[in-house]
T-cell receptor, first 115, second 114 residues
Framework: KQEVTQIPAALSVPEGENLVLNCSFTDSAIYNLQWFRQDPGKGLTSLLLIQSSQREQTSGRLNASLDKSSGRSTLYIAASQPGDSATYLCAVRGQGETSGSRLTFGEGTQLTVNP | NAGVTQTPKFQVLKTGQSMTLQCAQDMNHEYMSWYRQDPGMGLRLIHYSVGAGITDQGEVPNGYNVSRSTTEDFPLRLLSAAPSQTSVYFC?????????????FGPGTRLTVT
């Protein structure tokens, strides 16, 4: 059974710092990995989608990498801002998954960027 | 596009009551699904649909029913609410269930069962 772990569970940084969020998964047979942002009391906003054949994706100050063989992904946030404060979730779509397009989620990293 | 919309935003039920959580998308997406989010458990798939008229069970389907009569709508029915169903429910959609497509989530429904 696929398991997704995110470390750290919480992170507090001063504004302007570059930071890395980590995601690991136990079964490397995945189709893709998606990073989401969740603000308190809100839904999930998709940030980046990395296909299994890709090594990284970039969007603005965000860069996500994928090392499928080692079961790891990182989300790099450059020059963090207070508006980046949120919970960041990673989710994988496994090849062996029988439930359609089921995503297996990690529990998230709660990020606080202090002014 | 409104994207994925869910109603209601909040709901309180008594044990044994039934209700329907509504989900709609205006992106002509083929694939729709329901997740629940619980502390310490992450998000778990309840039911999903790969197209109108086709539904199937996910990881935690017990106590829930779904139907997909149109491409746009995918309601989730709680048959007889239990306190264990207190959770935040998210509806998601994707252009296709085939690999490679991004999934989009609605704002969620916070359900409390007393």
């Amino acid at each position: 059974k696929q398991e997704v772990t995110q470390i750290p569970a919480a992170l507090s940084v001063p504004e302007g710092e570059n930071l890395v969020l980590n995601c690991s998964f136990t079964d490397s047979a995945i189709y893709n990995l998606q990073w989401f942002r969740q603000d308190p009391g809100k839904g999930l906003t998709s940030l980046l989608l990395i296909q299994s054949s890709q090594r990284e994706q970039t969007s603005g100050r965000l860069n996500a990498s994928l090392d499928k063989s080692s079961g790891r992904s990182t989300l790099y946030i450059a020059a963090s801002q207070p508006g980046d404060s949120a919970t960041y979730l990673c989710a994988v779509r496994g090849q062996g998954e029988t439930s359609g397009s089921r995503l297996t989620f990690g529990e998230g990293t709660q990020l606080t960027v202090n002014p | 596009n409104a994207g994925v919309t869910q109603t209601p935003k909040f709901q309180v039920l008594k044990t044994g009551q039934s209700m329907t959580l509504q989900c709609a998308q205006d992106m002509n997406h083929e694939y729709m699904s329901w997740y629940r989010q619980d502390p310490g458990m992450g998000l778990r798939l309840i039911h999903y649909s790969v197209g109108a008229g086709i539904t199937d069970q996910g990881e935690v389907p017990n106590g829930y029913n779904v139907s997909r009569s149109t491409t746009e709508d995918f309601p989730l029915r709680l048959l007889s609410a239990a306190p264990s169903q207190t959770s935040v429910y998210f509806c998601a959609s994707s252009y296709s269930f085939l690999v490679g497509y991004e999934q989009y989530f609605g704002p969620g429904t916070r359900l409390t069962v007393t």
